[in-house]
């Protein structure tokens, strides 16, 4: 089992940036886990945003955010990252961490092992 807790989300204003936290109990076994961000708007699916390899050097990223947004990780920390610049209001929704044991990125939130509860993104135009 393994344990995941966002943090870093909040209210922006179009433009700005916030950088949200996914910090993960898995130990040493984090450096095998592929790992994801989704996120979930309200009256939508939750839907992927981002995803990196257990090593950090693949990562990938859904259209509407490339360019904006940056997933890395910390396997000291056993901590994901979502750097989001360039925040727009279709960007506001619950941002989820995700873990998959494979250690493969897929978009699909069924692949996924481990979630956590979510933090909140709103960005005002």
């Known amino acids: 089992q393994v344990q995941l807790v966002e943090s870093g989300g909040g209210l922006v204003q179009a433009g700005g940036s916030l950088r949200l936290s996914c910090a993960a109990s898995a130990g040493r076994t984090f450096r095998y886990y592929a790992m994801a961000w989704f996120r979930q708007a309200p009256g939508k699916e939750r839907d992927f945003v981002a995803g990196i390899n257990g090593d950090g050097d693949v990562t990938r990223y859904v259209e509407s955010v490339e360019g904006r947004f940056t997933i890395s990780r910390d396997n000291v920390k056993n901590t994901v990252y979502l750097q989001m610049n360039s925040l727009k209001p279709e960007d506001t929704a619950v941002y989820y961490c995700?873990?998959?044991?494979?250690?493969?990125?897929?978009?699909?939130?069924?692949?996924?092992?481990?979630w956590g509860q979510g933090t909140q993104v709103t960005v005002s135009s």
């Open positions: 995700a873990a998959r044991r494979i250690n493969v990125i897929v978009s699909a939130e069924v692949a996924y092992n481990y």
